[in-house]
Each structure stands twice: as structure tokens, then as C-alpha cells.
């Protein structure tokens, strides 16, 4: 009975009148100002700095190179300025065709016509993560322009592409971060793209986030220990210090490597984060955690556990710009290979 009254109120939608609890809709009254990417803000946002108006007229003159690339896409996987031209900052206005190409949406999509549909439908019949699914949904960026509407059309195709894929990938079903993940997707795909590209993410060699959320998590484990190793080689003293405070990396990592730093960095550089990790894979966030450490290491070294672990929970104060850190990850990338230290390898 829950289940069917909870995928009614999903298909009947806001626009239709689905019953709303007063404490799901947020008084939305206080919020005054979207930003550029659709996030909700009590106060008016601070006069753009003189940089700020130039990292937007250099993202209006990448958006023709971007244009030529996406023409010529067969012929710009092969040119070298691609990746270059990724970790530079995909334009935001072309970012859901780029990541589709990266990802080859298309293809995967060949000879699947009608599969989404009738796997949407089984989902709202069968899958036992329904409860959790829409527990979720309520809470999942509900400060964005497309999720503040409960019962709204993203709400709607947010609930159905985790339904789905809870379906579609037994082994995982539904795993909290999950959404977070799937909505990101949403911000820039249709609900169909969006599942594929989530189980792109999932399945795919390159990314393998699948081990991250199935039972026991090993590939979160594998990573967290990779990156324990990391710093215990590379900068031991630091190591040393945050062991003797008992400030334990599993928990402080575990955001950074089960959903890519979403929701741990501002959102102009988790973007910036994320092009990197959908064009390069796993050695992105191995290579994000150990800088985030390095940058930090001064303030760090002094810390107590309390404030260790609340500084690296935020970190939004850095003092550097997103190209200045996409420049540092990329040195950090090149640091770790040189070591034998930007994969973990294979599991045992």
C-alpha cells in the first residue's frame, strides 16, 4: 500500500495536485536569488569580482572551441588538446552534450529504444527501495531551482531513474549517495540519459563506481586505503600528526570518494571536479583527496580533531581560484603516476 500511494503521488505530480506535507515544501519565500547554476540564495549575491567577468568571457570564447570540438568529435578524441581543453573547464552551457559524447551516451543507447520505459514500470511494481527512494528524493538539492518543488517534474524523473536503476543492477539497488549522483545528472540530462549515464558511471572500466555502492562497499575501502598510503608516503609528517589526533581517513574521505566530491567543494569547481572525472576516471578523486591534504597541510599539522575534521568537511576556504586548483590537481595526477601511487590497482 505505500508503495502504490507513494508512486501515485510521483505520477500525479505537483501540477496535478499530489498531497504535499506541510513539512516537505521549505518556505521557498526566503530564498531571493538563483545563481548561474540554479542554486537558491536568502541574500543577494556579492557584486561579480573583476575576475570572476573575466573567467566568463574566456568561457564564451571556449564555447566556439568546445562548438568545432563536438562537430568533430570522432576526430577530437584523438587530438591532444582535448583533455587539456576538459581540465580547462567544460562551457556550462555545453556541458550535457560534452559529457554525453565523453561518455558515448549514444552508443550505449543503440538497440535499447523502449527499454527505459519498461523498466520504469517494472521498478514501480517490484523494487523494494521505493521508501527509501522518495525518503531521499525530499531531501536531495532541495536548495536548486529544479528539486525545490516537491512532486515537481526533476523530483519526478530523479525518483523514477533511481527506481529504475535500483531494478536495472541488483547487486547495488538503491545506496544513500546515490541521489546525489542522479541528480547532478539531472542538471544537465533528460530522465533517460540520465539513468544511462548513472549506469555508465557505475558499470564502466573507468569509473567502476558500482564496488563504491554495492554490499560492503570494497571499492570505497580500496580507495580510502590507497589514500591512507598516499599520504603516509608523501608527506609522513602530516600522517603522523593526524593519527596521533585519531582523525580517522574513512570518514573524512568517504564523501570525497563515494560521490566525487559533490557537496564538499563549491559547486563552480565540483563541475570542474567532475569533467575531469568523467574524462579520466578513478585517478580524479585519488588525485583531488591528496591535494585537498596538501593544500591544507600548514593548518592541518596544527589542528585538533575537532577542527581537523570540520575544516575538512567544508573546505571553502582555500584562497584559490577553480582554475588555480584544476592546475594543481593536474601537477598532483602527474606527482602520483610518477610515484606509482594515481590507481590503486586491481582488487585482490
Not at 502504490?4 to 500525479?12: C, G, Q, S, T
Not at 573507468?206 to 608523501?234: A, D, T, V, Y
Not at 584562497?319 to 590537481?329: A, G, P, Q, T, W
Request: net charge positive; proline share 3%; aromatic share 10%.
Amino acid at each position: 500500500r505505500d508503495r502504490a500511494a507513494i508512486v501515485a503521488k510521483y505520477d500525479k505530480g505537483r501540477e496535478e495536485g499530489a498531497e504535499i506535507d506541510p513539512w516537505e515544501d521549505a518556505d521557498f519565500f526566503v530564498y531571493k536569488v538563483t545563481d548561474r547554476y540554479g542554486f537558491l540564495h536568502k541574500e543577494p549575491l556579492p557584486k561579480r569580482t573583476e575576475l570572476e567577468a573575466k573567467a566568463l568571457l574566456i568561457e564564451r570564447s571556449r564555447e566556439i572551441k568546445w562548438l568545432k570540438m563536438l562537430k568533430n568529435w570522432d576526430k577530437s578524441l584523438l587530438s591532444d588538446k582535448l583533455r587539456n581543453r576538459v581540465y580547462k573547464g567544460i562551457p556550462n552551457s555545453l556541458r550535457s552534450q560534452a559529457w554525453s559524447q565523453i561518455l558515448r551516451l549514444d552508443k550505449i543507447k543503440l538497440n535499447k529504444e523502449g527499454f527505459y520505459d519498461q523498466a520504469k514500470l517494472l521498478a514501480r511494481r517490484t523494487s523494494p527501495d521505493i521508501r527509501q527512494i522518495d525518503l531521499d528524493v525530499n531531501r536531495t538539492y532541495r536548495n536548486h531551482i529544479m528539486f525545490r518543488d516537491r512532486y515537481g517534474i526533476k523530483q519526478q524523473a530523479l525518483f523514477h531513474v533511481l527506481a529504475t536503476y535500483s531494478m536495472y543492477n541488483t547487486e547495488v539497488g538503491y545506496c544513500q549517495g546515490m541521489s546525489g549522483i542522479a541528480a547532478l545528472l539531472l542538471m544537465y540530462f533528460n530522465e533517460e540519459d540520465a539513468f544511462w549515464a548513472l549506469s555508465c558511471l557505475l558499470s564502466d572500466r573507468m569509473h567502476g563506481m558500482h564496488g563504491l555502492f554495492k554490499p560492503g562497499f570494497p571499492k570505497l575501502l580500496r580507495l580510502q586505503e590507497h589514500h591512507e598510503k598516499i599520504c603516509k608516503k608523501l608527506l609522513t609528517k602530516l600522517h603522523k600528526h593526524l593519527k596521533k589526533i585519531e582523525v580517522d581517513a574513512r570518514i573524512y574521505s568517504m564523501k570525497w570518494f563515494l560521490q566525487c566530491f559533490l557537496d564538499r567543494l563549491p559547486f563552480s569547481l565540483t563541475l570542474r571536479v567532475w569533467d575531469a572525472f568523467i574524462f579520466d576516471g578513478d585517478r580524479v578523486p585519488i588525485a583531488m583527496a591528496f591535494l585537498v591534504i596538501k593544500l591544507y597541510k600548514k593548518q592541518l599539522s596544527k589542528m585538533s580533531f575537532d577542527e581537523a575534521m570540520s575544516h575538512l568537511q567544508t573546505m571553502e576556504n582555500h584562497n584559490f581560484n577553480d582554475d588555480e586548483i584544476m592546475e594543481m590537481l593536474q601537477a598532483t595526477m602527474l606527482e602520483l603516476r610518477r610515484n606509482g601511487l594515481d590507481h590503486p590497482g586491481p582488487s585482490q
